[in-house]
């Protein structure tokens, strides 16, 4: 709904963003960033001489990441894909506190360059709601219960020892959100493996976005389907950080990037 508030002024309000044009200028600020909360209680108490000093600030979340991100049409933009609304707010409100937003940039850009479009626009959330720590190359990291021998619960045939990147084809990887237990490799939050521990042991692992490929409907969002992953550590107790952690690990670079590929191992489950 657009309104008239005072001469030269207008403004556009959705549950995204609000826009304001004044003086033949168009500014636009997201939901969830102060900038946002500063526009809307000017309008609200149409305290409109104090609106150019907040728009500025509103101005600037064009010119955040030093040209690594844009605000266009009440949405963030990166390299010309736009960024699902709960982790562009996500980004811009940590930009706005002088948190360190630059992982969050990272994830993104791997997030885009997932396939599944369900899965860039339902992951940040599920991540944030089970409080997955989210790593400073864009990673995130999640966790899975194992054999004593380092080997998956189901098959027995996948080895997850520290520092070892395990993968399986994409297209092997069953991307259907209601087939609850199936293909592909699982990774969850910290209360599933804890609740249904078939393992001897727990460990944490690191998942680029752009391999997750389906989070089931069922264990009330607690874990999802991806196509690769690298084992971190055995651990006793979760990450305490609920967004941004350094790597725990720089293992990454020394994994084993064979993919496991055994007929007899479709389902890696806890």
């Not at 709904?1 to 995204?16: C, I, L, W, Y």
């Not at 080895?159 to 084809?169: E, W």
């Not at 209360?191 to 976005?209: D, M, W």
């Amino acid at each position: 709904m657009s309104n008239s508030t005072a001469d030269q002024m207008s403004f556009v309000k959705t549950d995204n963003s609000v826009t304001v044009n004044l003086n033949g200028e168009t500014f636009t600020a997201l939901n969830g960033t102060p900038e946002f909360d500063d526009v809307i209680k000017c309008l609200k108490a149409r305290n409109y001489a104090e609106l150019p000093n907040v728009i500025s600030k509103a101005q600037a979340i064009n010119k955040y990441s030093d040209g690594a991100f844009t605000v266009k049409e009440g949405r963030l933009w990166i390299k010309d894909q736009m960024v699902p609304t709960a982790l562009a707010q996500k980004i811009l409100e940590f930009k706005s506190e002088g948190l360190p937003y630059e992982p969050l940039i990272k994830f993104a850009e791997n997030l885009l360059e997932n396939p599944s479009t369900r899965s860039v626009e339902q992951l940040f959330s599920f991540l944030e709601k089970n409080r997955h720590p989210i790593t400073s190359d864009g990673h995130f990291i999640a966790y899975k219960s194992i054999r004593a021998d380092w080997k998956d619960t189901h098959s027995g045939t996948f080895d997850n020892s520290p520092g070892t990147k395990v993968a399986m084809p994409r297209e092997e990887v069953d991307d259907n959100p209601e087939q609850t237990c199936s293909r592909g490799l699982h990774v969850a939050n910290w209360e599933y493996p804890n609740q249904h521990f078939t393992g001897a042991r727990l460990i944490e692992v690191k998942v680029n976005p752009k391999d997750v490929v389906a989070v089931p409907v069922d264990y009330n969002g607690a874990k999802m389907r991806v196509a690769s992953y690298v084992v971190m550590s055995e651990i006793k107790q979760p990450r305490q950080e609920t967004l941004l952690v350094a790597d725990p690990d720089e293992d990454e670079d020394n994994a084993d990037d064979e993919d496991a590929d055994d007929e007899d191992a479709d389902d890696d489950s806890y």
